[in-house]
């Protein structure tokens, strides 16, 4: 059975930090391309950064420079830290787990809210 369980997530000011968790399980998790999308009400799902198997990390435009996607093999957990959050990052923040030739697996999700 896999699962993807998100954690972290909660209501934080404008400016603020939090730092998103995903743990994987009944998967070989080194061998597995990871990523953050997100979904805000009325939008479609989009990504917000990957990391692959080896290390390589890509992020999107709009959180390029506040966040740091990471993984930790020995825990099966990758991470994004998020910082000088705004408004517009209020979304449900999903975790994604990739490996070639397989299929991609999601989590249930984590809300964030960035509000005053």
């Known amino acids: 059975q896999v699962q993807l369980a998100e954690s972290g997530g909660g209501l934080v000011q404008p400016g603020g930090s939090l730092r998103l968790s995903c743990a994987a399980s009944?998967?070989?998790?080194?061998?597995?391309?990871m990523a953050w999308y997100r979904q805000a009400p009325g939008k479609q799902r989009e990504l917000v950064a990957t990391i692959t198997s080896a290390g390589n990390t890509n992020y999107a435009d709009s959180v390029k420079g506040r966040s740091t996607i990471s993984r930790d093999n020995a825990k099966n957990t990758v991470y994004l830290q998020m910082n000088s959050l705004k408004p517009e990052d209020t979304a449900i923040y999903y975790c994604r787990a990739h490996v070639t030739s397989g299929w991609p697996y999601w989590g249930q999700g984590t809300q964030v809210t960035v509000s005053s």
């Open positions: 009944g998967i070989i998790f080194a061998l597995a391309d």
